[in-house]
């Protein structure tokens, strides 16, 4: 994932400023008995060459597919303005964005005021350079700095979280780092985006993970693997992973649920699979 890092990087060169788009109706998983649940959204990482070249016209393709929803990964050098327009004209709403770990407090009190500005409601921490995380030491140091986050993001309004990868089920003198920073954290102020592949990829049973850890997972991440051992990413409805199940175990606190491909070959046909198959789920 040294390339999301990269991507990651750039965010602080975007410009964001003033304002919002109200949150707006998205079209649901189905619950059992055609009950609306979580919106489709999509994690924009997906489609970022896209976006680099044809901003407003990726967006208007993703709405043309069906989502309502979508989560940034860096805003394009568009202005808040330009952003909030585009998002509106084609009914879009963003209640989450992906950010680095900031530097110190003043960094992470104007990615704060940005994000209350765009109108999002998370904003996640979305990768950790290797060097922060080797040690179980290091994970309690993280964990720490998160409730720390989380509570300056509580302040603004604004809920934080922490993106998972396969990275942190590894174990490492009898723990994880993953089980570090749950059991370390503040359910208060700190939540868990689940990225449902990375689980798999990691060894780790997200059901289980779901099950026994109610409410932590406002957020999901949505794409499907190959069998073992391979586990290749794949579009959601094409691998392994039983959705239903997971969406099922989730639904009493789950939010929002982002479809995300991270190297598809096409990245609209990838989008519009994992679309197609998701809104004729029930559960």
Do not use: C
């Not at 410009?15 to 959204?41: D, K, Q, Y």
């Not at 979508?70 to 879009?92: C, K, M, S, W």
């Not at 964005?97 to 409601?121: F, K």
């Amino acid at each position: 994932m040294h390339s999301r890092r990269e991507f990651l990087g750039t965010l602080g060169r975007s410009a964001v400023g003033a304002a919002l788009f109200g949150r707006l109706r998205s079209p649901m998983l189905e619950g059992r008995g055609g009950a609306p649940r979580t919106p489709i959204g999509i994690q924009l990482y997906t489609v970022r060459d896209l976006l680099k070249r044809d901003f407003e016209g990726t967006l208007a393709a993703l709405a043309g597919i069906g989502y309502r929803e979508v989560e940034f990964a860096g805003y394009f050098d568009h202005t808040p303005t330009q952003i909030r327009a585009a998002l509106q004209r084609h009914n879009l709403a963003a209640p989450a964005t992906h950010i680095p770990l900031p530097a110190n407090d003043s960094e992470w009190q104007r990615t704060l005021d940005q994000a209350n500005a765009i109108g999002h409601r998370w904003v996640i921490v979305a990768w950790l350079d290797e060097p922060l995380r080797r040690t179980p030491d290091d994970w309690k140091r993280l964990a720490d700095r998160f409730n720390h986050l989380g509570r300056l993001a509580r302040r603004a309004g604004l809920r934080f979280a922490h993106h998972t990868y396969d990275s942190e089920f590894t174990p490492q003198r009898g723990t994880t780092m993953f089980t570090t920073l749950l059991q370390r954290t503040d359910p208060a102020v700190v939540d868990f985006e689940l990225d449902v592949y990375w689980a798999v990829k990691g060894g780790a049973d997200p059901l289980a993970l779901i099950r026994r850890n109610p409410g932590r997972f406002p957020l999901l991440h949505l794409k499907d693997a190959t069998a073992a051992p391979e586990r290749r990413m794949v579009d959601v409805g094409a691998g392994t992973i039983d959705w239903v199940a997971i969406l099922a175990a989730d639904r009493a606190t789950l939010e929002h649920a982002f479809v995300e491909h991270d190297e598809p070959a096409d990245a609209l046909a990838s989008a519009r699979a994992s679309y197609s198959y998701l809104s004729r789920l029930t559960y």
